[in-house]
């Protein structure tokens, strides 16, 4: 009930030449025939009033029907007409009203109902389909697109709804799909720019209101997927079992986004940045998520706090490498997180550090992990993960940090190290898998960051007598102010600091 999807198929050019060099032919027909066939096979049938007349199919009535009884809900989604024009050299242009409504109807038992309104209005758009039944492409372009909700309504009752739409300007769209057995798609896209605007009340309390705009420049997207004959889109786990997946990267030029709340709290915040990039893919061997941020600027206020929030970051990254499905083989993950660059304003710094004892350069926090893992469970199965009841689904067998960096207020830790874990020994480390390696550290400038700290009364001196304590026990000096450690465990599970045994 939260997100909900306007559907646009494509289906998209694949030139089929013989040795002539003559092209193949679609008809009207064969897209709309091409556009039902997809929206069944993915769990969402199309009914219709189709009417042909001269080289024009209209297609009225439009009706999608998604029902998952298994989780409870259920949707409906009518669309308006389109015309299917045959322009006589074997392609096809489908074409919309300037104005395109779109009604939605979702239904979860025991939590209600939501119906959404909404306009999909193209300015200058020119979409042509060519190929063979069989290899289509759809060719877009448009000026702009707006996608714009015009009425929103919970359980009959409508919510204050100001303005929420999305609009994209220049925009060029390109899908290759390939229908039989195992069904293709290549898409491609970009946007000059795209704005997006939300103003509405609280539906529980409608003195509060929420106030979004922004946008975002020079957007790009490319993606492929491929989905088998027989995939049921109703149930992930099992289509991903099936053959399906899907890879996709985007990227975009910088943009900037205001978000505001009135009425009891009081919250704003600006935010910007320069650029990004990511990557989403997933298939029933792996789980791909990676995501990364540039420039990021923030400025907030709250009334819970009498200080403006600001706040900058040179670069953020997060990466995600996982699998999916049980198998006795080893499989591979990668985990990775940056914070780059981070600064504060000076404001802020004042709260707790008044004096400027503190260096207030740019603050780094970055860790890149891998290993490896063997799965005993299938991790898009719901019922067995239900079943596993926040037991493990699988084994760790190894894992390497391959860089450690957390860089702050004068002071910079680094390391590296790997380890592998014995599965059959779970009575050595309290039911974990007994490790066997070694993570080698360096801290510089640990010593100066603790003695600023007792300077200002944030560490008492006895605690920080315990800390360096710690670090003579666990560290060896390697210069001014330079510690270095290596925290072994060997393969009778004794653990070690600079070939001295702890445990």
């Known amino acids: 009930m939260k997100h909900w999807t306007i559907l646009k198929s494509g289906t998209a050019l694949a030139i089929c030449m013989t040795g002539s060099a003559a092209f193949a032919d679609v008809t009207a027909q064969d897209v709309w025939g091409a556009w039902k066939d997809q929206m069944a096979k993915a ?41 299917f024009v045959e322009n006589g050299d074997g392609t096809v242009s489908v074409q919309l009203p300037s104005v395109w409504p779109t009604k939605m109807v979702f239904d979860v038992e025991g939590e209600g109902s939501a119906t959404f309104m ?67 798609q290549s898409q491609v896209g970009s946007a000059g720019s795209l ?111 009498p200080l403006p929030i600001s706040f900058e970051m040179a670069e953020s990254a ?38 400027g004892q503190l260096p207030r350069d740019p603050a780094t926090i970055a860790i890149d992990l891998s290993g490896d893992v063997k799965l005993t469970h299938d991790l898009m199965d719901e019922d067995t993960m239900t079943q596993l009841a926040g037991k493990a689904p699988g084994e760790l067998h190894a894992a390497n940090v391959n860089a450690l960096t957390v860089r702050a207020a004068g002071a910079e830790l680094t390391g590296d190290g790997a380890f592998t874990f014995d ?23 640990g010593n100066g960051l603790l003695d600023k700290l007792v300077a200002m009364g944030f560490v008492p001196e006895d605690q920080a007598m315990g800390a360096r304590m710690m670090m003579g026990l666990f560290a060896v000096p390697a210069g001014d102010d330079v510690l270095t450690s290596v925290i072994e465990v060997n393969e009778q599970g004794h653990v070690l600091a600079n070939g001295q045994r702890l445990q």
């Open 118 to 184: 909404a306009e999909y209005r193209p300015i200058g758009m020119s979409w042509t389909v060519s190929g063979t039944p069989t290899q289509m492409s759809h060719v877009q372009s448009a000026t702009s697109i707006t996608l714009a909700l015009t009425e929103l309504t919970f359980d009959g009752e409508k919510i204050d709804l100001g303005q929420a739409e999305m609009t994209m300007n220049d925009v060029a769209y390109k899908s290759d799909m390939t229908m039989g057995a195992t069904f293709l």
């Open 195 to 305: 704005t997006y605007v939300v103003d509405l009340a609280d539906p529980e309390n409608p003195e509060n209101r929420l106030n979004l705009r922004g946008g975002v420049n020079n957007l790009a997207f490319k993606a492929n997927a491929q989905t088998p004959e027989g995939a049921d889109m109703q149930n992930f786990g099992a289509a991903l079992a099936s053959g399906f997946g899907a890879d996709g990267t985007f990227s975009h030029g910088g943009g900037n986004t205001h978000f505001e709340v009135t009425g009891d709290d009081q919250f704003r915040a600006d935010t910007s940045s320069t650029g990004g990039t990511g990557r989403f893919a997933m298939d029933a061997g792996k789980l791909v998520y990676d995501l990364m941020g540039q420039g990021l600027k923030v400025d907030a206020f709250t009334s819970e706090m």
């Open 318 to 355: 997060f990466k995600l490498v996982m699998p999916l499905s049980k198998s006795d083989a080893l499989q591979g993950f990668e985990l990775a997180l940056k914070l780059g660059d981070f600064t504060m304003a000076d404001m802020l710094w004042g709260l707790f550090d008044p004096t």
């Open 423 to 445: 599965n059959t020994d779970l009575s050595s480390f309290d039911g974990m898998p007994r490790p066997q390696g070694q993570l080698n550290l360096k801290l510089v400038g």
């Open 43 to 83: 769990g969402m049938p199309m009914s219709a009033t189709e009417t042909m007349s001269g080289n024009t199919l209209n297609v009225s009535n439009i009706t999608i029907s998604m029902d998952m009884p298994e989780r409870e809900r259920a949707a409906t989604i009518t669309l308006g007409a389109v015309d």
